[in-house]
């Protein structure tokens, strides 16, 4: 234990007086780091992808670290830093093509597909199995179908628990715009949900049950 | 949103999304939750959602960070500089 370790930091020791509690970037990274290689990885589906994207945020942080204010969100300040790097290398690449049928998703769409399908809907927990037999790799397959705004605020919603506040400072956008994605968001997630249950033979295809 | 005193199926659902986030006052949350224990048709549909919700965020959320993330990419942050502030 070395009380006077954050020192090394500022070097000085006026800076000392301003910064309290002690922090050091390396201790807030470490304890964030982990939390942005998951959204990282979520975001591009690729390992290697995915640590570049949180070394690129890291650098970022760490050149920038001075205009943090110490003892706010230092959480929602570097995955802010880790959004816009993503942003930045999306625009470099091609545009994706956008599932635009995911747009007009009824509401409670699973639930409802469920109870046709003979799935349950009811108990402690009625979409386990369907979700159980979906797999991770599906589920994070369906979020990536959604639109990039809906697709971007969904996984922060779904990997961490942040706030619609936190999400919107992290946006840099209203928080009544983060509400709306999120809405929107899960109703386009359910049908991605089924679209792939239904590609993937999880769930009987329309076409196979009129033959049926 | 409108001031809720009391909610019938409808209201409910309207509210279906911000009560599952728990964005809704206490006094909502309590009049939502009075109209669940009364109305078995809306006890199934949120249960359902809710179980959507907390199993996507159970499987996304299955997953590993390598072991060496971290000390590899503070090993690769440009030192600090001495009188730095």
Same mark, same amino acid.
């Given at each position: 234990m070395t009380p006077l370790s954050h020192v090394q930091k500022t070097g000085s020791l006026s800076s000392d007086f301003v910064r309290t509690p002690p922090v050091t970037f390396e201790s807030l990274f470490t304890s964030v780091a982990h939390a942005a290689y998951g959204i990282a990885m979520r975001l591009t589906r690729n390992q290697a992808d995915a640590e570049d994207l949180v070394?690129?945020?890291?650098?970022?942080?760490?050149?920038?670290?001075?205009?943090?204010?110490?003892?706010?969100?230092?959480?929602?300040?570097f995955f802010k830093i880790l959004i816009n790097c993503y942003y930045s290398r999306r625009?470099?690449?091609?545009?994706?093509?956008?599932?635009?049928? @995911?747009?007009?998703?009824?509401?409670?769409?699973?639930y409802a597909r469920s109870g046709q399908a003979g799935f349950p809907t009811q108990g402690p927990d009625p979409a386990s199995l369907l979700l159980e037999k979906l797999g991770t790799?599906?589920?994070?397959?369906?979020?990536?179908?959604?639109?990039?705004?809906?697709r971007v605020v969904s996984t922060l919603y779904f990997m961490e628990d942040l706030s619609y506040e936190e999400i919107?400072?992290?946006?840099?956008?209203?928080?009544?715009?983060v509400?709306?994605? @999120?809405h929107r968001g899960r109703k386009m997630l359910q049908k991605a949900l089924w679209q792939i249950a239904e590609e993937d033979g999880i769930v009987s295809q329309p076409a196979d049950q009129e033959d049926a | 949103m409108t001031r809720l005193d009391r909610t019938n199926c409808e209201e409910a659902f309207r509210r279906l999304d911000d009560f599952l986030d728990r964005r809704l006052t206490p006094d909502e949350m309590r009049i939502i939750q009075e109209h669940l224990?009364?109305?078995?048709?809306?006890?199934?549909?949120?249960?359902?959602?809710?179980s959507v919700l907390q199993g996507v965020k159970r499987k996304v959320r299955?997953?590993?960070?390598?072991?060496? @993330?971290?000390?590899?990419? @503070?090993?690769?942050l440009p030192p600090e500089q001495e009188g730095q502030s």
């Open positions: 070394q690129d945020a890291a650098l970022l942080a760490h050149r920038g670290f001075d205009s943090f204010m110490s003892g706010t969100n230092f959480r929602a300040w625009r470099r690449e091609k545009s994706r093509p956008v599932t635009s049928d @995911l747009d007009d998703t009824p509401d409670l769409y699973l790799e599906r589920i994070v397959g369906a979020i990536n179908r959604l639109p990039e705004e809906y919107a400072g992290v946006l840099e956008c209203p928080v009544g715009t509400r709306s994605r @999120l | 224990d009364i109305c078995a048709w809306c006890t199934r549909e949120f249960s359902f959602e809710a299955q997953l590993d960070a390598p072991t060496d @993330l971290v000390s590899k990419i @503070l090993s690769q």
